[in-house]
């Protein structure tokens, strides 16, 4: 069976950098970070009072109809990641302007969206706030639990736009959004859609999310000095950053695209996934996932490594974490690997947990597009890790332009969960 070509036709996104795809790039190659205090809850007490969250999001800017009072009821009863998947998902489909096409089938057009820990703000107030009636025992809102699940961000979209293809979310930590591009890719160049609109949504920075990642000691505490706490690959390194937000990319088969005149971004062209089978927070330490999960997604674009130009890393600052994927390129990649360019976006938008996959495949996407590879930022001359290899290319503090044509995007979940997409500079 000959598999079909899968292009990208259309991109939203809500992010910390901004509230499109345009500014969020451009924030990006700038090297502009995202963090600022907690404004969602009072963090006063909390060890990590800072964070990257989407600024200025108002979700009554994302309505089909300003004036219809049940749209905008249905759009304030979702949960705050749901709204910000609607408005990504708005932005990448009024993009792609497939709806607007006489060649589009809403049957074959699907919906795979993800997200990492869904409703969690829905689920913080619902179940701190039920009341106990002494006849009818606890009270719960009917819209608690489709609200909370971290599928209904896909179902949302399916039904605002009339999508009947395939139509579920993935959940794999924060390799979520990956795994639900892959997803979204296989289905297609298997001739199961004409396109699908995927990605993926998080909106974790509320105390139940900061508070048990804490708990953990997984992120950064450098309150005082918050805009450079996310510094990937350095040795003052202490954890990660939260972020939020949601991207979407609407994965299309080429000649579907080709036939209906679409704007194309970028293809796709392997996927890989792989488990670390080690730990259920903590990556493998000689990084055997990510090295698997690598190489599975070249193999399955049929390419070599010395095809890769730009890796977008998992990198979210953790001392562990960074260390053992720095080996596992090195070791993969061999001489190659000091050719490469190496950025981690984290250190500007944070770790978007289910989203961040979404939100490297665009970076990637775009990197390819306009031959610029986004910095990781705030690394310090001297503040190097002995375990980590310097002379590789790490886009420290400033874009690098070069000829990007292969992207590799890396994303690894608690749970061991390893997904990389790799996608190309578009030609006929």
């Not at 932005?91 to 409703?119: C, H």
């Not at 095809?307 to 977008?312: F, G, H, L, S």
């Not at 720095?326 to 490469?340: D, N, Q, R, S, W």
Request: charged share 20%; net charge negative; proline share 4%.
């Amino acid at each position: 069976m000959e598999l079909k070509r899968v292009v990208v036709t259309g991109l939203g996104a809500i992010t910390p950098l901004g509230l499109d795809v345009e500014t969020t790039w451009e924030n990006a190659k700038k090297g502009v970070s995202g963090v600022g205090p907690i404004t969602h809850f009072d963090a006063t007490l909390f060890k990590t009072q800072f964070a990257c969250e989407v600024k200025d999001f108002d979700p009554m800017n994302y309505l089909e109809n300003k004036d219809d009072r049940r749209e905008a009821k249905d759009f304030k009863r979702m949960d705050l990641y749901a709204q910000y998947a609607m408005a990504s998902s708005k932005q990448a489909i009024e993009d792609s302007k497939i709806l607007e096409s006489e060649k589009t089938d809403r049957n074959n057009i699907g919906v795979i969206f993800a997200s990492g820990i869904g409703g969690l703000h829905t689920f913080e107030l619902e179940s701190g706030s039920y009341t106990l009636h002494p006849e009818l025992g606890p009270k719960f809102s009917p819209f608690f639990i489709p609200t909370m699940i971290s599928d209904i961000a896909a179902g949302h979209i399916s039904i605002k736009y009339g999508l009947r293809g395939p139509n579920f979310g993935v959940v794999s930590a924060c390799a979520t959004s990956t795994n639900a591009m892959i997803e979204a890719f296989n289905l297609i160049r298997l001739g199961k859609a004409d396109a699908i609109v995927t990605g993926g949504s998080e909106a974790p920075i509320f105390a139940a999310g900061v508070g048990g990642f804490n708990s953990m000691r997984a992120m950064s505490t450098r309150n005082d000095e918050p805009e450079t706490a996310s510094r990937p690959f350095s040795a003052s390194r202490d954890g990660f950053v939260i972020g939020e937000g949601s991207v979407c990319l609407i994965f299309e088969e080429y000649e579907h695209a080709k036939a209906r005149g679409a704007k194309i971004y970028g293809e796709v062209i392997g996927g890989g996934m792989s488990a670390d089978a080690y730990h259920i927070t903590a990556t493998h330490p000689e990084g055997l996932g990510a090295k698997l999960v690598m190489q599975r997604a070249m193999d399955d674009a049929g390419i070599k490594p010395e095809d890769i130009d730009y890796i977008n890393t998992h990198g979210t600052s953790t001392p562990v974490g960074d260390i053992s994927e720095v080996k596992a390129i090195t070791e993969l990649f061999g001489e190659h690997a000091y050719k490469l360019n190496i950025s981690s976006t984290k250190s500007m938008t944070g770790h978007m947990l289910g989203a961040t996959g979404a939100m490297e495949a665009l970076f990637c996407i775009k990197a390819c597009q306009e031959g610029i590879v986004p910095p990781t930022i705030n690394h310090k001359e001297g503040d190097n890790d002995e375990n980590i290899d310097y002379n590789l290319n790490f886009t420290f503090n400033k874009a690098q332009q070069r000829e990007v044509n292969i992207a590799l995007s890396n994303t690894f979940g608690f749970g061991g969960h390893n997904a990389s997409l790799i996608v190309k500079r578009y030609k006929e």
